[in-house]
Structure formats: structure tokens, C-alpha cells
């Protein structure tokens, strides 16, 4: 069956431009996640949703971030006024939203700040 | 918050050999502990989990180890193959859903 999908793939833009990058969970998985990957490290922790709610946003750096699941299923995050430290790959995951259920991830989308 | 120390950060074995990858955690209240294997371009895939109330969970060539009291938990890959080359991140998870992940291993199995 399909997995994550992460559109675009790949996102250049300029310094104090808008972007948005979209996630399409597995079907039927109520729980989603977006990571960010910084190049070498692991991924850290920006935001979860449970249904059309985000359930722990703490991991949001600043105000400049922020996403929405307005129907439950495709998420999308917004991130304003890009900094070039913003650059990194973006990742989402879904799961079923169990506690101890796999968090299955797309392919990230790779986001570069010019 | 939880704090995951991955180590070591690069690790080169002969193929057939075996290769460990260790992490420990600070939150006594983590209850899962998932390692993916992560490759060039991909996102994270999980290859093998534990939950707190298990010592060591093996699934083929591979196997977790979790010691509670020491708050740490391994990665044993057997029979290593080229295939098995790539990154590889341990987590670890409380009640809240969110992954808290390692620094990463990259894996290196030369043929």
C-alpha cells in the first residue's frame, strides 16, 4: 500500500520567503508528526497532531513555524520569513496513535534557504 | 526533557562480522525504544523495537538489548552484509508520542 508521501522534494527559496510543505499520511493513521532533520544529526521533534488537533507543539523553534490538519488526514506546515538557518530536511510521519505504535516516515522534503 | 546519547557516530566492519551500536537515555519514564535504519535520500525506516518491559527482542540477524536500571539500550546486527550500510538512529519515547532520536551511526560494511 502507499506510504508518507512529502511534496516537493526538494524546495529552494530566498531569505524571508513563505513556504509550505505538505504531508500525506497512510490512510486511516490518526496520529501524524513533523521532524526536522538538520544534515548529520537525527531528527528533532517539531510538532504532533491527533486527528485535526495538534496534540504537543513544543517542539515549534519560533512563531515563524506553523502547521495545520484541518481535515485529519493531509498536514501541511508553514514556515514564514525563511532564514537560511531554517535549511534542513523536513520529515513527516503517521501511525495509528497508539502509544507505543510504529511511526512510519515519508522521504522528507529537503528545504534550502538562499 | 529526554536527552539520547548515540554512540559510536561511525563504525566500519569487514562483512560477516558482527557491529553494536549503543545509546542511553535520561528520562526514567521512556517506555519505547525504536531504532530505524535511515539511507541516503530516504526518510527513517524502523527495523526493531522494545518496550520497557522487555530485556532483548531479536529478529533475524538483529537484536535490541534494554537495560532500565542503566537507562540504555544496544543494536546488534550479525552476519553483517553491504546491504546493511546506512544510518542508523536509536529513539526513545515516553507517554507523549513524540520521538526523541540519537545523533546517529553511520554504518559502514565493506565487502
Known amino acids: 500500500g502507499a506510504g508518507v508521501s512529502q511534496t516537493p522534494s526538494n524546495k529552494v527559496t530566498e531569505k524571508g520567503k513563505y513556504v509550505e510543505l505538505r504531508c500525506d499520511p497512510i490512510s486511516g493513521h490518526t496520529a501524524l508528526y513533523w521532524y526536522r532533520q538538520s544534515l548529520g544529526q537525527g531528527p528533532e521533534f517539531l510538532i504532533y497532531f491527533q486527528g485535526t488537533g495538534a496534540a504537543d507543539d513544543s517542539g515549534l523553534p519560533n512563531d515563524r513555524f506553523f502547521a495545520v490538519r484541518p481535515e485529519g488526514s493531509v498536514s501541511t506546515l508553514k514556515i514564514q520569513r525563511t532564514e537560511r538557518g531554517d535549511s534542513a530536511v523536513y520529515l513527516c510521519a503517521s501511525s495509528t496513535g497508539t502509544l507505543t505504535s510504529e511511526q512510519f516516515f515519508g522521504p522528507g522534503t529537503r528545504l534550502t534557504v538562499l | 526533557g529526554e536527552n539520547v546519547e548515540q554512540h559510536p557516530s561511525t563504525l566500519s566492519v569487514q562483512e560477516g562480522d558482527s557491529a553494536v551500536i549503543k545509546c542511553t537515555y535520561s528520562d526514567s519514564a521512556s517506555n519505547y525504544f525504536p531504532w530505524y535504519k535511515q539511507e541516503l535520500g530516504k526518510g527513517p525506516q524502523l527495523i526493531i523495537d522494545?518496550?520497557?518491559?522487555?530485556g532483548e527482542k531479536k529478529d533475524q540477524r538483529i537484536a535490541v538489548t534494554l537495560n532500565k536500571t542503566a537507562k540504555h539500550f544496544s543494536l546488534h546486527i550479525t552476519e553483517t552484509q553491504p546491504e546493511d550500510s546506512a544510518v542508523y538512529f536509536c529513539?526513545?519515547?515516553?507517554?507523549?508520542?513524540?520521538?526523541?532520536f540519537g545523533g546517529g551511526t553511520r554504518l559502514m560494511v565493506k565487502p
Open positions: 529513539a526513545a519515547k515516553k507517554l507523549s508520542n513524540m520521538l526523541t
Open positions: 522494545i518496550r520497557s518491559n522487555v
